[in-house]
C-alpha cells in the first residue's frame, strides 16, 4: 500500500510538472499529454488503440480507459483486446458476449518503471516541441534584427541568449573585426539563418551582413520605414567603410540628407554600433557613367569608357584624384565596384611634354625585395613615380616597413629616372593604368580612416 501511494505521488508530480510548463498552449499540451501516455501505454500493452485517454489540464487530472471485447472464458486469445465473460461479469452482472467493456485503468499500478517510462516520453515530446517552436520563431525572424545578452565567448565564436534563454551563436566569421564583447551586456545582430540539424535548431546571427546596416536605416531613418526613401545597394568591408546608394519617391525629400541626418545625428548612432564603420551615402541613378562617378566619391573624375557586356569600366583621373578613388588599402575602389557590379580600372592622366615614362614597380624586383614591393603595390602604389610622390612617413608606417628599407627604396627609384633622360613624346596626353577593382570583396585590414578620406555627409 506505501508502495502504491508513493507510485500515485509521482505521477501526479510528472503530471503537475508538465501542465506548468511555461507557454504551452492549452491544444498542443492536452495533445503532448496523451500522446505520452500512448507512448507508456504501449510499451505496457503492446498497442493503444483499444484505450482511451482523457487529460484535463484545467483541473490538473486524467483518467484513461480500455476497451475489450466480451468472450467466452476459453476463448480468451488477446487479454489486452479480450475479456473473459466471468471477468466481465465482475464488473457488471448484465455483460454478455460480445458486448464492449470500457474499464478504467490506474496508472500508477503499472509501478515506477511505467512512470518512468511516462515521464521520458514526456521529456522526449517536450524538447521535440521546443525545438519546433524555436526553429518556427527564428525562421520567421531571418533577416531581422534581434537583440541578446553575451553568456558565453569563445575563441571562435559568441553565445547569446535571447529573453526566453534560448541559445543564439554568433561566429567569428560574422563578428565585425572591431567587436569587442563583455559577458552580460546586450549586443544586437541579424539573423543570418536557422539550421536545424536532426530537430535541434541552430539560430546562427550576423553582423557583417549588408542586411544589418540596411535593418539599422531603417530604424534610425523614419522616411525609410515608411517607404519614402529606398536603400538600393549597400556595398562593406565590415568595420571599416561602407557605401550605400539611396532614393527618394517624393521630390521634396533628399534621401542623402534624410539618412545623415542634422550634423550626422541619424548617422552617427549606426556608425557606433557598426565599430566606426565609415559610411558613405550617394544617390542612386540608374545612369551606369554617373552611378560610377558618385561611387568612387569623393575623387573627381576627368573621363570613364564602359564595356557594359563584361561589366567593365574604365575611369581616368588627375595625378591627385588618383590617391582618393583607391582610397585607404583599396576601400574606396573596392566598394565602389561593389556597388555598382563592374571591375573598375584606374588610369592617371599624364599631359605635361615635360613627363618623363614611369615605371612598374614590379621592374626592381632584381633590385628590391619582392616583399616589399606586395608590400607598398598593396597601398595602391604601383609605379615608380606614384611611390616617389608619396609621404615618405606613410610608407613607413601603412607598409609596416623599416626608415631604412623605405630609404633605400627611394634612392634606388630615384636612381631610375636620374639615369634615364627619356621622356613622352611632346604635347601627347596618356593614360598610365593605376589599379583595378573587382565587384568580390577582399578581407580588409584593422586600420581606421584618416581623417581626409572620411565619409561623404551631405
Known sequence: MPRKKENEENLLSVFTDFIAHKKIDRTTLVSVLEDSFRSAIAKIYGSDENFKVIVNPDKGDFEIYRNRTVVEDDDVIDENAEISLSEARKIDDDYEVGEDVSEKINFSDFGRRAILNLRQAMSSKLLELEHSNLYSKYADKIGTIV???????????????????????????????????????????????????????????SRTSPDFLRRLLEQEVPEIGDGLITVCKIARIPGERAKIAVESYNERIDPVGACVGVRGSRIHGIVRELRNENIDVINYTTNTKLFITRALSPAKLTSIQLDEENLKAEVFLDTDQVSLAIGKNGHNIKLASMLTGYTIDVFREVDDENTEEDVELKEFRDEIDGWVIDAIEALGYTTAKSVLEAPRQMLIEKADLEEDTVDEVLRILRAEFENDNSSAPANEPQAEPVVEAQPEVEEAKQEKEPEENKDEEK
Open 147 to 205: 537583440s541578446a545578452e553575451v553568456y558565453q565567448i569563445w575563441k571562435r565564436e559568441v553565445l547569446l541568449v535571447d529573453d526566453e534563454g534560448n541559445e543564439l551563436h554568433l561566429p567569428k566569421s560574422e563578428q565585425i573585426p572591431n567587436d569587442f564583447f563583455r559577458k552580460g551586456e546586450p549586443t544586437r545582430a541579424i539573423v543570418l539563418k536557422v539550421e536545424n540539424l536532426n530537430n535541434n535548431p541552430k539560430i546562427i546571427l
